[in-house]
């Protein structure tokens, strides 16, 4: 009899969940499949600011991993990926051990943590990995309930997560006074349409979260913000959710990388390595670049699970061709959302109902 393949995939983000629903419907014989995940649930960003907001529970924006995995026939190891020895063709586990494998796919995500800035890993939380964020969000919550702490927030990076996530706290703080800064290096909101740049910063300052742009923060303390100007901005809570990093440990796999990110060709497939793809945020895709978004990383997931099995069985590969742009639902706080995509940006309660029933059709096929 001969020894199964090994086919592991790394990370628990939105394309390998598909792909293992899929797997669930359609195994492949003779393949042994490995999720290797420091978490047995992984977050769905798309309603990260409805639980923000207090419009949905924290465990329905969670994707059961274990519970795939059982449904798939795959292993789940609850580990990190920290390095890859590609000649040898081997994962090196947070744990120490290392886990060989035939074909490996990289679905790690980013971070949006800023390490290089003074105070920041002690003090800050990140957007990015989300979980933690929930977590940290959850108790903070607690403490300015209490009274322990006051209900001051500093967001750094006013992107749509920035500007998104920041609406949602004012409005889940609405009745506490709370002061929410936003605090952007450059101008804000500089990936979206005109008109619905000035939407956005109507509602954010409808909801008083005061917006700061050029301003540069040069240290985090237990207090709040430093910026370069000297001003000092009290916070209790500093968020996070300036731009998108990519893992260090990527650097040190031989990989062709593209500012940091996994470079992969049509197939999905690493430029220079034909055993390992690279899907979602943590890829970049050389033929057709796009920005980071969940669309992406989910409208990959049948083109990869069938080059997955064409890998491993030997058949033709299918390529991936992204959409040029999607449709952005911002979710502005208080169960209303605005769409920018085309010239004229639409907002309402109706746009709210249609982003909360594409979440909730997303997330219904896990739980078959
Ligand atoms: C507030 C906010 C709102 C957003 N809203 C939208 C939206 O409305 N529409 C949209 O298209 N996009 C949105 N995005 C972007 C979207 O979240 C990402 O593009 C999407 O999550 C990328 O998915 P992914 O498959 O790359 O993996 P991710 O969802 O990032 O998951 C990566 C997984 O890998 C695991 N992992 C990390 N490192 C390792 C390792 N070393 N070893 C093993 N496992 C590891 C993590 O635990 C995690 O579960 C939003 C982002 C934010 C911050």
Redesign the pocket.
Known sequence: MTAAQELVL???????ALVLEGWARDRLPGVALTL????PT?PY??M??GFIAGHYPRDTLEIDLAHLCERAGARLLRA???GLDRAARRLHLSDGTALPYDIAAL????T?DLPQLPGYTEHAVS????GNYARRWEAWRAHVAAGAVSPRIAVIGGGV?GV??ALAMAHRLRDLGAEITVIEAQRMLPNIGARARKRLLAHLDHARVRCLEQAEVTEISPDGVSLQDGTQIAASLVLG?AGSRP?D?LRDTGLHLTDGFVTVGPTLQAVQDAAIFA????AHMAHAPRP????Y?VRQAPVLQANLRAALTGGPMRRYTPQRD?L??ISLGDRRALADKWALPLEGRWLWWLKDRIDARFMAQFRA
């Not at 790394?10 to 390998?16: A, I, L, R, S």
């Open positions: 790394v990370g628990g983000g939105h394309t390998h290797v995940t420091p978490e992984a960003t798309g990260l600011p990190r990926v920290t679905d790690v995500g980013i949006s957007a990015k990995p989300l997560a998104e996530l959710a893992q440990w899907v979602g945020d943590c980071k978004a969940g669309v990383a999607y952005k639902l």
